[in-house]
């Protein structure tokens, strides 16, 4: 069975004021419903302008998004009301306890009052955080702020997620609560683009991907068509390798 995409992008362009080269250049994807689609490069590669264009929080110079059937350039706000939205930068208020974060924030999506206390108790728990809702977030570990910031996008039970390096500055076992829950999430229906520069995370959690480097698109596709296509690499890491050289990106 063939499924709609769910987000098409087609070539986007974006050059920063002053730039010398464009952030991102040319590159289009689409990403189908109930999948796990992976945005990967290293440093630099354009992931973040790509999402930020996503939620039209950035504009594009040229190129089109269509995100859950809408225009983004037209329906920016509609867009960013029904997607959840984990951004690379921890967007929380540090000053403020966990709990007193995740009423803010269900309010701004506008969760009904009666069912915001008995949601943010629930999130807190699947995420291991119930016994630390009163502590301020300025003294949360790294981990436990990057649990914290998911838990922001998913109150209002969005179809789509973009989580933008969800497991950056965590340790194992968080990595393993953030990946375990994309897939239950995927399983529930929901849609994820993620994005990362660990090739080999990517490949345990994605089934297809778009990988770039300084912001063109040079590989796309499911696992083993990317590897069949660029000279049977073993793995993305030995692809990225063989296709790019090994000089450092940022
Ligand atoms: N606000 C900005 N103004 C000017 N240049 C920017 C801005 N944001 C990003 N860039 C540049 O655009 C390019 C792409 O950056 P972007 O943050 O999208 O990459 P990324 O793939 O998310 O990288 P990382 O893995 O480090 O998060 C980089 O060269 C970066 O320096
Ligand atoms: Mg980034």
């Known amino acids: ?44 590669a354009g992931k973040s302008t790509t999402l930020m264009m996503l939620c039209g929080l950035i504009k594009m110079d040229a190129g089109s ?37 995740l009423v803010y924030f269900s309010r701004m999506y506008g969760l009904p009052g009666t069912a915001i206390r008995e949601t943010v108790l629930e999130y807190l728990g699947v ?34 997620l973009i989580l933008d390096e969800p497991t950056s500055g965590v340790d194992v076992q968080s990595r393993r609560m953030i990946l375990d829950y994309m897939r239950r999430l995927q399983a529930e229906g929901v849609t994820i683009l993620y994005s990362s520069h660990l090739l080999d995370e990517a490949e345990k959690v994605c089934s297809r991907f778009v990988i770039l480097d300084e912001g063109r698109r040079i590989a796309a596709g499911a696992l083993a068509e ?20 090994r000089g450092v990106r940022d």
């Open 1 to 44: 069975m063939i499924q709609s995409p769910i987000i098409t992008a087609f070539g986007l362009k974006k050059t920063y004021r002053g730039a010398s080269k464009p952030a991102v250049d040319d590159l289009s994807f689409d990403v189908r419903q109930k999948e796990i689609f992976g945005l990967l490069g290293p440093n630099g």
């Open 65 to 101: 998004m269509e995100v859950l059937g809408l225009d983004v350039r037209q329906n920016g706000a509609e867009v960013r009301r029904r997607i959840g939205v984990a951004p690379q930068e921890i967007a929380l208020f540090p000053t403020m306890t966990a709990y007193e974060n």
């Open 127 to 160: 995420f291991g955080l119930a016994d630390k809702s009163s502590q301020r977030v300025a003294t949360f570990s790294g981990g436990m702020k990057r649990r914290l910031n998911l838990v922001a996008a998913l109150l209002h039970r969005p179809q789509l």
């Open 226 to 245: 990317i590897l069949a296509a660029n000279g049977g690499s073993d793995n993305l890491e030995q692809m990225f390798l063989h296709l790019t050289g």
